[in-house]
Structure formats: structure tokens, C-alpha cells
């Protein structure tokens, strides 16, 4: 990358660096806005790719994909763009597969577990809610147990109130599918807040009555960051550009 200046740097082309540099040039048009994105495409964790259907050629999230109705501000954001949602499919047949075992179909809302594993899991989310009680909304920091629980991954959390292989299996999916990543990634306080915020960690995972995963968006919802894109000007998104250092001094801060 040639050496360039600009009024404004965002670290990130995924939706919130992007939807940043989209607001900024809104509101100030002849600002200069700059975007620096480390991997070869935008999006961040959402990322949409094509797959083969019975009527030709469907959109298919691999990352980030729901959206719910007390999600107000990525709601506004999808009809400013045109974009479309509909409602998560929940009838039909269900796929797993856990701890690298043989796929699994099942039709209930409960995964495909041995009895003792189901209620160990059940014992585990009902501790786990209890918990995020304890987290207050505003201030995570106020909680009791604040330095407990951010002193330890959610992994280790998981280790404390569950047994089995396969419930911690089946946590983990739970985990990586709503954030993308993995429990040894996270903060314990940091997903209990998480969870606080959405009313309960079960809210995260339902699809009806306004859970996290009510809807899904026509097209993918990468779609969102290459709109954007295309709206910030691609010239003002550099892929490919990690950013190494940050210099931030009285002679280069404002």
C-alpha cells in the first residue's frame, strides 16, 4: 500500500468498521475515510458463499447469519439497504454431528444425546442461567463475581458445571455458532454479559418470540459489507492490509 492520508482510519471491513466509514461519509461528505481490512475479503465473521440447490444456485452463511427483532439498529441498517429477512425455518428434519461421531438427524428441539448427557446438559444450562442473573446489563463490573469469572475463559466455566464429553461438545457448537469462536477464546464474564444483555442465555439460541436467531436475510448477510463497500467507494476499502502498528501521540492525535 502507497503511503496515503485521510481525515478518518477504521481497522476492519466487517459491519461495524464499515457501517462507521458509511455514517461518517453520510454525514460529512467531503470527509476523507479510509478502511483497513487484514484478510481478502469483507464481512469480518459474516461470510456468504454459493451452494448448489434443487432450483439452481442458493446463498449460504457460514458465519454471523441471524437477526431478531430487538435488533434495532442492523434492522435499520437492512431496509436502508434494500435487504430483505424472513423467518428461520424450524419444522423438518435436524442434522448433527458432535465430537467428530457419525451425523445425527433428529426432529425435536433437543439435540441427538444419551439420556445421562441430556440431563447433564440441562443441569449445565440452569446453572448457567443462574449465573447470568448475577451479571447486571449496564456494568458487568458490578457483579460479585466480576473477577472470577474474568479471570477465566468460558471453557473453564463449562469444565465447572457440566460432565460429560458430549455435553461439552455440544456447548461448544452452541458457542461457535452464535459467535464464532471457541470457549477457550472468551472471557467467562464477557459471555454471561453477552447472555445478560439478550435476556437469558437460552434467548441466544431461540428462533421464535424475539430469540437471537428469529430471522435470516435473503442473499446472505455479508451482502450488508459489500453494500457498504460499494457505497464508501471500493477505493476507500483496502484488503489484504493488516494493520502492524498504531502510533498515537500528542503530534499525531487530535
Not at 69 to 83: C, D, K, V, Y
Not at 122 to 142: F, W, Y
Not at 152 to 169: C, F, G, K, P, W
Not at 230 to 239: A, C, Q, R, T, Y
Request: aromatic letters at 6%; a negative charge; charged letters at 25%.
Amino acid at each position: 500500500m502507497t503511503e496515503r492520508e485521510s481525515d478518518v482510519v477504521i481497522i476492519g471491513a466487517g459491519i461495524a468498521g464499515l457501517t462507521a466509514a458509511y455514517r461518517i461519509k453520510k454525514l460529512f461528505p467531503k470527509c476523507s475515510v479510509l478502511v483497513l481490512e487484514a484478510k481478502d475479503r469483507v464481512g469480518g465473521r459474516t461470510y456468504t458463499v454459493d451452494l448448489t440447490a434443487a432450483n439452481g444456485t442458493d446463498k449460504w452463511d457460514l458465519g454471523g447469519q441471524w437477526v431478531c427483532r430487538h435488533q434495532h439498529h442492523i434492522l435499520w441498517l437492512l431496509e436502508e439497504l434494500g435487504i430483505e429477512t424472513y423467518k428461520q425455518w424450524l419444522d423438518g428434519k435436524k442434522l448433527m454431528q458432535i465430537g467428530g461421531h457419525r451425523i445425527k438427524s433428529h426432529n425435536s428441539n433437543l439435540p441427538p444425546l444419551p439420556l445421562l448427557s441430556l440431563l447433564d446438559l440441562g443441569r449445565a444450562l440452569h446453572k448457567i442461567e443462574n449465573m447470568v442473573k448475577q451479571v447486571p446489563r449496564d456494568d458487568p463490573r458490578l457483579s460479585k463475581r466480576a473477577n472470577e469469572w474474568d479471570n477465566m475463559t468460558l471453557e473453564a466455566l463449562r469444565d465447572q458445571v457440566s460432565y460429560t464429553h458430549a455435553t461439552r461438545d455440544t456447548f461448544d457448537i452452541a458457542i461457535a455458532m452464535i459467535s464464532g469462536i471457541r470457549p477457550r477464546e472468551i472471557s467467562a464474564l464477557h459471555f454471561l454479559h453477552y447472555s445478560s444483555m439478550a435476556g437469558s442465555f437460552e434467548n441466544l439460541f431461540e428462533a421464535d418470540n424475539g430469540g437471537a436467531q428469529e430471522w435470516k436475510v435473503k442473499g446472505g448477510l455479508q451482502q450488508v459489507s459489500e453494500l457498504l463497500t460499494d457505497k464508501i467507494g471500493k477505493e476507500n476499502v483496502i484488503l489484504s492490509e493488516p494493520v502492524k502498528i498504531i502510533d498515537q501521540t500528542e503530534e499525531t492525535s487530535f
